[in-house]
């Protein structure tokens, strides 16, 4: 089994930075892609931004060029730095790991509690 602990969340205006931090324990053998997804109230849960165990990056389209996904596989964390936030970006923020190279969102894989962000105009 792997746990996720998210870290970072809160409130901030539009315009300002988070920074999110996902720590990893558990059995790290099970542990391969890692990934960001939000929810927003009434909408789906939707992918933020993922990245494979060798460091490659994907993001959704919304977010391409604000958020910078990264991780450490040396401290079994990974982050998400946050920029240029939108009030659009509100939303419940879960860390999410797979033991397959990508992610795909399985709910049978591993999920943190979520952590809030909320984006004030």
């Known amino acids: 089994q792997v746990q996720l602990v998210e870290s970072g969340g809160g409130l901030v205006q539009a315009g300002g930075s988070l920074r999110l931090s996902c720590a990893a324990s558990?059995?790290?053998?099970?542990?391969?892609?890692m990934g960001w997804y939000r929810q927003a109230p009434g909408k789906q849960r939707e992918l933020v931004a993922a990245?494979?165990?060798?460091?490659?990056?994907n993001y959704a389209d919304s977010v391409k060029g604000r958020f910078t996904i990264s991780r450490d596989n040396a401290k079994n964390t990974v982050y998400l730095q946050m920029n240029s936030l939108k009030p659009e970006d509100t939303g419940v923020y879960y860390c999410?790991?797979?033991?397959?190279?990508?992610?795909?969102?399985?709910?049978?894989?591993?999920w943190g509690q979520g952590t809030q962000v909320t984006v004030s105009s």
């Open positions: 999410h790991s797979s033991p397959r190279p990508l992610v795909t969102g399985d709910p049978n894989d591993y």
């Open positions: 990245i494979t165990r060798g460091g490659i990056p």
């Open positions: 558990g059995s790290f053998f099970l542990i391969n892609a």
